[in-house]
């Protein structure tokens, strides 16, 4: 038994682990909590952590066939040779999950006069200077080069730059 990655139709992801799992094989279909910047603001969303991957394992000789042919499955990664996928990255996934089976990121550190890239919203490629945290809010202070002036912006926003 071995794990494969398996190409989703889009969007189908849960449904074919689904689909999966009451055959009988074992799934990993991890996923990922993020903040988007949607409709003017931010909104916590969960989302596949690979689009239109999961991960299978099952004995290839055996199970290729009901696999190929599982609702939602458009082919095993590798096709007429599928790629096994090392224990050791399907271990690493699966230790920063949580048992929902969801990876919450931590936003980097950052130190005051780090200097900044904000990756979107209205002020997206601008750069900027770290001042400080907003306690309890997940948002920081930092002050836009180009404008300079301070701004307030969530602090997954940013990355360094």
Request: proline content about 6%.
């Amino acid at each position: 038994m071995n794990w494969y990655a398996i190409y989703t139709k889009p969007s189908c992801e849960d449904s074919t682990a689904l689909h999966l799992r009451n055959a009988g094989i074992e799934v990993l279909n991890p996923k990922i909590r993020i903040k988007k910047y949607l409709r003017g603001k931010y909104l916590a969303v969960i989302e596949p952590l690979f689009k239109n991957y999961l991960f299978a394992c099952f004995d290839n000789e055996r199970h290729n066939q009901m696999i190929r042919f599982t609702r939602g499955v458009k082919y095993i990664v590798g096709k007429e040779n599928p790629v096994v996928v090392p224990v050791e990255i399907i271990r690493a996934i699966s230790e920063n999950m949580g048992e929902d089976s969801i990876i919450t990121p931590v936003p980097e550190p950052l130190s005051k006069g780090d200097r900044v890239l904000v990756k979107e919203g209205p002020f997206a490629n601008f750069y900027g200077i770290f001042e400080r945290e907003i306690p309890g809010r997940d948002r920081i202070v930092i002050l836009i080069e180009a404008l300079n002036s301070r701004l307030e912006i969530e602090d997954v926003s940013v990355r360094k730059a």
